[in-house]
Antibody, heavy 122, light 108 residues
Framework: QVLLQESGPGLVRPSETLSLTCSVS?????????WGWIRQSPGKGLEWIGNVYLGGSSYYNPSLNSRVTISMDKSKNQFFLKMNSVTAADTAVYFCAKTFWTGYYTGWFGPWGQGILVTVSA | EIVLTQSPGTLSLSPGDRATLSCRAS???????LAWYQQRPGQAPSLLIY???TRATDIPERFSGGGSGTDFTLTIANLQPEDFAVYFC?????????FGPGTKLEIK
């Protein structure tokens, strides 16, 4: 059974960098599949952030592309999200998820981690 | 990007009823690359359906998906108490991946 768990600071100051970790158990992220981040806020609903693959290939939502980096550490079975220059609009619950990737730079998600609330505030 | 609209916003039904949820896309969803998720309060979304009509692993047969082009439906037969939740559609026919705003299925 694949389990994902997000971790990181629950409070980030405006203009700083949001950094989250997704720890995966029950499956080696270096063997297969893409791994992604999605966020959910009352104002914007569910929003795809981006995905990473074992070779280091990453794909991002163009609306966030310039601020986001997703990477992975196969040795720790973890992948990471970094989002810089955050504002209050980045306040959301952030989920990590295993992604079934198509050949069209898209995919569907399952399972998901339980999510972590990140608040951007001074 | 493709905008997904879900209707109704809230659906009030009783256990044992049949629920029909709609997801409409602003343009054709290529290859019927559409997924449905269920989200219970305080939990993460959980995959129900992908490729418009293929049930994910361990999803009961009372959940069925259909549609193509711009119009898709999720049908839940014989509603069980645990089915009352929020349901989201998601398209992955073209990047960026987008989600609908959700339909809340509540007990009448």
């Amino acid at each position: 059974q694949v389990l994902l768990q997000e971790s990181g600071p629950g409070l980030v100051r405006p203009s700083e960098t949001l950094s989250l970790t997704c720890s995966v158990s029950g499956f080696s992220i270096g063997s297969q599949y893409y791994w992604g981040w999605i966020r959910q806020s009352p104002g914007k609903g569910l929003e795809w952030i981006g995905n990473v693959y074992l070779g280091g290939s990453s794909y991002y939502n163009p609306s966030l592309n310039s601020r986001v980096t997703i990477s992975m550490d196969k040795s720790k079975n973890q992948f990471f999200l970094k989002m810089n220059s955050v504002t209050a609009a980045d306040t959301a619950v952030y989920f990590c998820a295993k992604t079934f990737w198509t050949g069209y730079y898209t995919g569907w998600f399952g399972p998901w981690g339980q999510g972590i609330l990140v608040t951007v505030s001074a | 990007e493709i905008v997904l609209t879900q209707s109704p916003g809230t659906l009030s039904l009783s256990p044992g009823d049949r629920a029909t949820l709609s997801c409409r896309a602003s343009e054709t969803v290529n290859r019927a690359y559409l997924a449905w998720y269920q989200q219970r309060p305080g939990q993460a979304p959980s995959l129900l359906i992908y490729a418009a009509s293929t049930r994910a692993t361990d999803i009961p047969e009372r959940f069925s998906g259909g549609g193509s082009g711009t119009d898709f439906t999720l049908t839940i037969a014989n509603l069980q108490p645990e089915d009352f939740a929020v349901y989201f559609c998601q398209q992955y026919g073209v990047s960026p991946i987008t989600f609908g705003p959700g339909t809340k299925l509540e007990i009448k």
